[in-house]
């Protein structure tokens, strides 16, 4: 496996190994040892997996306050996405900050988000399922989100006009978002 830092500290794109052949392929998806030795340390307690769809649906921008933040490892097993990291670590360099990122079926890329950032995406085509480890458990009273379309983050997303969940549209703006991450360096 191959793991490439991004321009937000803490963030990570995964290349897994894959061995393919005529009949297909085989990869481990996780490997917690593999992971450790690449200086990977979570311990992942719950799989999420999403069906979108539609191609345009737009999930996020989404996270959760301390003390039930939530690092993630995302991947696809069906069709594409546009995945996007914020940084909202107050004192951060990179605060405001966001970056993208192509996961797909066919890439078999994954992304690690830390805890320390909101995270959402697009799908490109129809029909996307997104697998996702958290390493804590979902909290309704500390689940939080910034608005996917906040001018000050100026996110160039692949859709002008999303489909978005009723809760996904009313999130706030970054400044007006609740936020209890500090950088730590």
Same mark, same amino acid.
């Given at each position: 496996?191959? +793991?490439k830092g991004t321009k937000l500290s803490g963030v990570k794109l995964i290349e897994p190994t894959v061995f393919g052949d005529h009949r297909g392929f085989f990869m481990e998806s996780y490997n917690e040892s593999a992971y450790h030795k690449a200086g990977i340390h979570y311990r992942f307690i719950q799989d999420n997996h999403s069906l979108s769809v539609e191609a345009g649906v737009l999930r996020g921008l989404h996270y959760q306050l301390h003390p039930k933040a939530q690092a993630k490892l995302v991947r696809v097993i069906a069709g594409s996405?546009?995945? +996007?990291? +914020?940084?909202i670590r107050q004192g951060s360099p990179t605060y405001?900050?966001?970056e993208g990122f192509q996961l797909s079926a066919q890439n078999k890329l994954?992304? @690690?988000? #830390?805890?320390?950032f909101a995270h959402g995406f697009c799908t490109l085509e129809p029909n996307c399922e997104v697998l996702y480890k958290v390493d804590?458990?979902?909290?309704?009273?500390h689940d939080r989100?910034?608005?996917?379309?906040? #001018?000050d983050l100026a996110i160039d997303w692949p859709v002008?006009?999303?489909? @978005?969940?009723e809760k996904d549209a009313k999130h706030p703006l970054l400044k007006e978002a609740e936020i209890n991450f500090i950088f730590r360096g």
């Open positions: 496996m191959k +793991v996405i546009f995945d +996007v990291v +914020v940084d405001g900050q966001w994954q992304l @690690l988000v #830390p805890q320390g804590e458990f979902y909290s309704p009273e989100g910034i608005a996917w379309n906040d #001018p002008d006009h999303p489909i @978005l969940s």
